[in-house]
């Protein structure tokens, strides 16, 4: 009995270590040494200074800038504490309701947009917490963009095509653009004149955007 308990007990101390030890150092090593961006939390600085991650989206609502999608966390829009979706389904009457006031909302906030909103500027995503756009939807918004940034919509456009992330491995996904990271570039290479007094320059929480 004795010796059965000392071989659990070695094996306990040996997986211990193994398991709680060794492997977390390895795989915390390994991922600071080929993955530091990522191991970090993929954090996007300006001037040095941290604004964001590239993997959680904020909000942004000024003309001047590129807008995400609505997010429907639980915990209000884009909250990474409480990520998650309104679960409604095809057949809701309020998610056909939903989606019908973001559309309008889209086409009044982008009068000089061509062709049908982007789905995915009317419908959020199952985290709520989506970084990007599609490249469709970032092209529709660049009329608004460059009329707000007083520049040739050619510019805008540049800048979308420059800003499109490629599929993982060139054919995992779809092309994509982050929102934040073409934002700040916009402000890098196009800065615009501050919004009025009393409204965040990042851009605020859009009315209605509590659920998918």
């Known amino acids: 009995m004795l010796k059965a308990l000392k071989n659990a007990l070695l094996s306990f101390l040996m997986l211990g270590a193994v398991c709680g ?26 001037n040095g200074v941290p604004v964001g991650s590239a993997l ?30 309104s679960n409604e389904g095809p057949a809701s009457v309020w998610l056909l309701e939903k989606v019908q006031e973001r559309a309008a909302d889209q086409r009044r906030d982008n009068p000089g947009a061509k062709g049908p909103v982007p789905q995915d500027l009317v419908t959020a995503s199952g985290s709520g917490l989506d970084p990007h756009i599609t490249v469709e939807a970032a092209l529709w918004q660049v009329q608004r963009v460059a009329r707000a940034r007083r520049v040739p919509p050619a510019k805008i456009r540049r800048l979308v095509k420059d800003c499109t992330e490629k ?6 996904g779809e092309k994509r653009v982050n929102v934040l990271r073409i934002n700040l570039e916009l402000d890098r290479l196009y800065p615009a004149a501050e919004p009025a007094r009393g409204k965040a320059a990042r851009g605020r929480t859009k009315r209605g955007a509590a659920r998918r």
């Open 56 to 85: 959680i989206a904020q909000d942004w609502s000024e003309a001047r800038y590129f807008h995400g999608r609505p997010s429907a966390s639980p915990g209000g829009p884009n909250n990474a504490m409480v990520s998650g979706g």
């Open 21 to 46: 030890v060794l492997y977390p150092v390895l795989v915390t090593v390994a991922a600071q040494y080929w993955f530091p961006e990522q191991a970090n939390g993929s954090l996007v600085y300006r």
């Open 167 to 172: 599929p993982l491995l060139h054919f995992l």
